[in-house]
């Protein structure tokens, strides 16, 4: 077993809530790795906007892949990669797709159910955790359903259809299930009582503090697309002050000094 998933499994025992800031590449992973994170994990979204996609499985599964391998290549702490729906139905080309970060020293997946059968996704974390398991490694599989975001349950029916997924993807092998989009106490309450495995919710509009949510039972909280989404509307608002004015505005003055930059990527 790697010890990179070792010591990210253990991030989620519940004595802490793990805060996972999302990064998009390389240089965004190793800044927060800076700062103190104790892990890091990706966005699907950030990631695939800086490629130059749409979020929402269209991005190649090359692409994504090459881009967890070099943010892979300057981390220290455990690293879990956005994989979306693994980018394949096919439940042997996504464990295929998994070997490779686990070559690569990645800790842990997001594997999501999206608008598919529940059974799908199941399958996937199966086949991920045999060919794992067949070269003495394992992977953190953070399942990820959208019952939530996409309204796949009516209101008030939404806990249980949560936990009837949890129970599918825990029987498959999964680590952790994500729900994004849920705010309600109560529901988080349940979902975290009764899921039988470590809960992942996502900074959201309504969600309650990070002190209360570790109080309900939440294991680990992700930033999402948050950070990237900021950061691209600075960065438009400075180059649409440099194109009209060439200026790039007062934020200049807040930008991170070029040495301090430097630093984070120097070596020895």
Known sequence: ??????????????????HLPNAWDAGSARLFESLGAPAIATTSAGVAWAMGYADGDSMPAEIAIGVALNIARVLTVPLTVDLENGYSDDAAVVAQHAQRLIDAGVAGINLEDGGAAPQLLA?????????????????F???????????????GERVAEVLRRAALYKAAGADGLFVPG???????????AGAGLPLNVMDWPGLPSADAL???????????????????????????????????GPLLANAMAYGDLQALFSKG
């Open 214 to 248: 570790h109080g309900l039972g939440v294991a680990r909280l992700s930033a999402g697309s948050g950070i990237p989404q900021a950061l691209w509307a600075v960065a438009a608002d400075m180059a649409k002050g440099f194109l009209a004015t060439g200026n790039a």
């Open 1 to 18: 077993m790697s010890p990179g998933f070792t010591a990210f499994k253990q991030l989620h025992d519940g004595n802490k809530l793990l």
């Open 182 to 192: 849920i705010c309600k106490p109560g529901e988080i309450e349940a979902v975290a």
């Open 141 to 155: 599989i953070n399942t990820r359903t959208d019952v939530y975001l996409r309204g796949l349950a009516p209101e």
């Open 123 to 139: 399958d996937k974390i199966a086949a991920i955790k045999r060919l794992a398991a067949q070269a003495g490694k394992d992977l």
